[in-house]
Structure formats: structure tokens, C-alpha cells
Nanobody
Framework: QVQLVESGGGLVQSGGSLRLSCAASGRTFSSSAMGWFRQAPGEEREFVATINRSGSSTYYADSVKGRFTISRDNAKNTVYLQMNSLKPEDTAVYYC?????????????????WGQGTQVTVSS
């Protein structure tokens, strides 16, 4: 069992930066691939980024490539999402998720565990 708690969301101006953190409890964090997803009002949940167990492989949605960076610290049971050059269209609730079944995945149905989400609002 993995429990996930996101933090670091907030209100930021267009062009600004935020770093989201996702703290995991449980002994299986280092054996879990992690992902970040987001969901805007009235929209479906959208893939943002994923990272494998060791942190050696990462993948991004085209909409955030070059602006966002996913990383993890297995010693701290934490995964991060550094978000730079934020745009109003990045406004959403951001969720972290964990999966023991895939090395990485951009499909939310592949993830077993989810955090409660953290709101990111980017003003123009």
C-alpha cells in the first residue's frame, strides 16, 4: 500500500515557477514508477510526466516538454515536479500517482495509488 500527499501548489503569475512535491508512505515507493497528472474543470485527467523506479527514465506530455521536470529522491520517498515558464493553460489540480505494474506510463488507468491533488492556478 502506498499513500501519497501532494504539496506546493498555489497561485503564480504567467511565466513564473512552482515546485510540486509528492511524499509517499509505505515501503514500496522505490519499487514504484511515479506519474504526475492534471485535471482542469470540465476536462479529463491529463498526463503530465512519468519517471521510472530509479529515476533514469522520464517522459513528458508535449504540452509541458522543456518547461517541466520530474525527479525523485528515493531516500526521502518523494517525487517532484518542477514547473517553469508557467502558462494560464497549466491551471489545474495536479495529482501524483504510483504504479507497481509498469516501468513508466502515461495512462492514468495504469496507476494504482493516487494523492488528493494540489491546485495550481496561473494568472495571465
Amino acid at each position: 500500500q502506498v499513500q501519497l500527499v501532494e504539496s506546493g501548489g498555489g497561485l503564480v503569475q504567467s511565466g513564473g515557477s512552482l515546485r510540486l512535491s509528492c511524499a509517499a508512505s509505505g515501503r514500496t515507493f522505490s519499487s514504484s514508477a511515479m506519474g504526475w497528472f492534471r485535471q482542469a474543470p470540465g476536462e479529463e485527467r491529463e498526463f503530465v510526466a512519468t519517471i521510472n523506479r530509479s529515476g533514469s527514465s522520464t517522459y513528458y506530455a508535449d504540452s509541458v516538454k522543456g518547461r517541466f521536470t520530474i525527479s525523485r529522491d528515493n531516500a526521502k520517498n518523494t517525487v517532484y515536479l518542477q514547473m517553469n515558464s508557467l502558462k494560464p493553460e497549466d491551471t489545474a489540480v495536479y495529482y501524483c500517482a504510483a504504479t507497481n505494474s509498469y516501468s513508466t506510463s502515461r495512462y492514468y488507468t495504469h496507476y494504482n495509488y493516487w494523492g488528493q491533488g494540489t491546485q495550481v492556478t496561473v494568472s495571465s
